[in-house]
């Protein structure tokens, strides 16, 4: 695979073809994505719970992540890799600044942080200078203790509202990608109209500019044998994790994954 950059998943966005995401934390998964074809890897902070057996993504540290980022490095065969800025890095700006730089050191193209328009600040710093940045925004998991579980967010004309007026704040800030965990379809769909940059999503609908998956999760393995109803168990009628991966790819692309089974409503 070409080296995918910031523009390659531009021009994907301008062409209207999907950008396959995964989560990855190893080299070997690394190699193995994008054999398959996947042209994003993120090292997300799922790993504190798929890696480490969390219950959460809150004990995971910037340590951790970058260590994930390393590994991923030396395994990726041309992929575009984001990191993510773990609970609490990114609690001054400072931290922001130096956590970020760590995880770029690592290996990364580009580092996600969750939240909504109070990022604009921080994603300006960083994008002036040189560090790109993916906003993630509606289920924020490092925020489950306030938003009170792992539910669905933007549902509702006011919350929708504030969630479309955010996006292109941090549009604006200089976000270069913005991922939507549990959005209602429609919505993620307006939101990816609404801004110039590729929106990423899980549980969020078919009318994203790409998709995202935990890999564990589309790999049919489960700790805790709950299964969010956004994913798909790609092993399923495979005989083996290659193919698994490939299959993905190639139902992203043909936009048959997601289902509407696999989205939220309004
Ligand atoms: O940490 C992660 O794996 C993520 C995905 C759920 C998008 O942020």
Not at 25 to 40: I, L
Request: overall charge negative; charged content about 15%; some cysteine.
């Amino acid at each position: 695979m070409p080296n995918v950059t910031l523009s390659t998943l531009q021009s994907l966005k301008l062409k209207g073809e999907k950008i396959t995401m995964l989560t990855c934390y190893d080299a070997t998964f690394a190699q193995a994505s994008c054999q398959a074809g996947v042209e994003v890897l993120l090292v997300g902070d799922s790993l504190g719970m798929v890696l480490q057996g969390n219950d959460s993504t809150l004990p995971v540290t910037n340590d951790e992540i970058a260590y994930h980022t390393a590994c991923v490095k030396r395994g990726n065969e041309g992929a575009f890799i984001i990191a993510d800025l773990p609970f609490m890095a990114d609690a001054t700006i400072e931290q922001t600044l130096t956590n970020s730089a760590q995880l770029m050191r690592a290996g990364a193209h580009m580092v996600k942080v969750e939240g909504a328009a109070w990022l604009a600040e921080s994603i300006r710093l960083l994008a002036e200078r040189g560090v790109p940045v993916c906003a993630h925004m509606g289920l924020t998991p490092q925020s489950v203790n306030i938003l009170g579980g792992y539910k669905v967010q933007g549902r509702g004309e006011a919350q929708a509202r504030q969630m479309r007026a955010d996006a292109i704040a941090l549009e604006q800030a200089g976000a270069c990608m913005i991922l939507l965990e549990c959005v209602p379809s429609e919505l993620a769909a307006e939101i990816t109209q609404a801004v110039k940059i590729p929106v990423i999503g899980i549980g969020a609908g078919s009318g994203t500019d790409g998709q995202v998956l935990v890999l564990h999760d589309m790999l049919g393995l489960s700790l805790t044998g709950r299964v969010p109803k956004f994913v798909k168990n790609f092993m399923a009628g495979q005989d083996s994790i290659q193919s698994a991966l490939a299959a993905y790819v190639s139902e992203v692309k043909a936009a048959t994954f997601p289902g509407a089974e696999h989205g939220f409503s309004a």
